[in-house]
């Protein structure tokens, strides 16, 4: 609680707004900013209200009689109504977001703009620090306006609209895959915007019957055994080449962690012999979070004693890229600086050793089929991957079952001439 009283405050159904003076940050003059605070299941954001006090003025508000805070509290009274009463209607409607409440309160409504609409989703991701999705939303818009400038009005994104976009991003050699993915992020924003009347039922573009955002068919590079084996035994000399390839075979090993969940590893997460530890990408989309465990192998603990942070308190992350002080955006950065350079040198090994298309993502797909060839139950690859039912399973390796057909369907005809 920032301030030592609460003038203005309301709740209801899990959501409150409070009217606050934040004493985090003093301004040069000496006063601080007050603010508005909403929260929703432990999830804050504050709203400017365009006015600072100092502490004492902040303790004498509530009853001043002096005409310059007369004046300031009904300016905050005005502004904490305006906040309180359309949370109220989202609580009262079970659509409480903070994505809604921005482009209900205007900040993406002002000019009634795609633009703005994804700028103020941009913003709460930031302030939420969910830095992956901000990064997302940040460049979808920065294609968006590429493609329309910075004033796309609501009734602009008709069907046509989207499969200029489209056509757009093919010239640009982008694939589906991308085209999707930036879709899907514009039909989010559209779904906010259909949900508070800004636009109307016949004028959403998306569906059945409508635009039908595409689906990439990415190519997925899994791996033979023999394949890992001459990748995790390849040496050119270089310390950083043996890192990264075996950070890529640690990755392998331990159920085909994704990097970012790799890197952010701490020894607190070894228990008995084993890693215990929640996919990244699915604690906010999952209501159930399934903890994945992974057996601690001879070769895993090779690379730890080898790679690892000599440092092994519980809080320490295990292969020492992240320190523990840095905030979220430079933790994404960090990830990212990581694979980027880990996939050059896969990249390198590939070309070595005749494959192509190795990167960090070639390990999780390489763990799922390297176990489905051999026969393991597919309720236990399930598991192991972290899904939460065998159909999402079913389809993560059916594209890897394909590839085997085609290959053994050649064999029909290799007639070794």
């Not at 050059?344 to 090994?349: A, C, F, G, S, W």
Request: aromatic share 10%; hydrophobic share 35%; with cysteine.
């Amino acid at each position: 609680n920032f301030g030592k009283k609460i003038m203005l405050k309301y709740a209801k159904d899990g959501v409150s707004v409070v009217l606050t003076l934040d004493t985090r940050r003093e301004k040069k003059d000496g006063l601080f900013p007050v603010k508005i605070q909403v929260v929703q299941n432990g999830k804050q954001k504050y709203y400017s209200t365009g006015k600072s006090l100092s502490e004492d003025e902040w303790e004498l508000l509530p009853e001043s009689k002096s005409r310059k805070l007369s004046e300031i509290r009904k300016d905050l009274e005005n502004s904490f109504s305006m906040i309180k009463v359309n949370v109220e209607a989202l609580v009262n409607e079970h659509e409480f977001t903070f994505d809604v409440l921005n482009l209900r309160l205007g900040k993406g409504l002002t000019s009634h703009t795609l633009n703005a609409a994804f700028q103020a989703k941009i913003e709460t991701l930031l302030e939420e620090n969910r830095i992956g999705s901000y990064n997302y939303y940040k460049d979808t818009l920065k294609t968006i306006e590429e493609f329309a400038g910075k004033q796309i009005i609501f009734d602009y994104v008709t069907v046509d609209w989207l499969k200029k976009f489209e056509k757009y991003l093919l010239k640009k050699g982008r694939n589906y895959t991308t085209i999707g993915m930036r879709c899907r992020a514009i039909r989010a924003i559209m779904n906010d915007a259909l949900s508070l009347g800004i636009i109307k039922e016949k004028q959403y573009p998306f569906g059945q019957g409508k635009y039908e955002i595409p689906t990439g068919q990415g190519r997925k590079l899994a791996l033979s055994l023999q394949q890992i084996k001459s990748l995790v035994t390849y040496t050119d000399g270089s310390e950083a080449t043996e890192h990264y390839r075996d950070l890529w075979f640690f990755s392998y090993l331990c159920n085909g962690i994704n990097f970012a969940d790799l890197i952010t590893l701490k020894y607190s997460n070894i228990h008995n012999g084993e890693i215990y530890f929640i996919r990244t990408k699915t604690i906010r989309t999952s209501k159930v979070k399934k903890e994945i465990c992974a057996i601690v192998t001879p070769e895993m603990q090779a690379i730890i004693d080898k790679w690892g942070n000599p440092d092994k308190q519980p809080d320490s992350y295990i292969f020492g890229f992240l320190k523990g002080d840095e905030t979220a955006m430079q933790i994404s950065m960090r990830i990212r600086d990581v694979i980027s350079c880990c996939n050059r040198h896969l990249r390198k090994i590939g070309k070595a050793i005749g494959i192509e298309g190795l990167s960090t993502y070639t390990a999780r797909h390489s763990y799922a089929t390297v176990l489905k060839r051999s026969g393991a139950n597919i309720a236990y690859i399930s598991e192991s991957l972290g899904h939460n039912d065998l159909k999402t399973t079913e389809n993560y390796l059916a594209s890897f079952e394909k590839e085997e057909r085609i290959k053994n369907a050649r064999l029909l005809t290799d007639f070794g001439e």
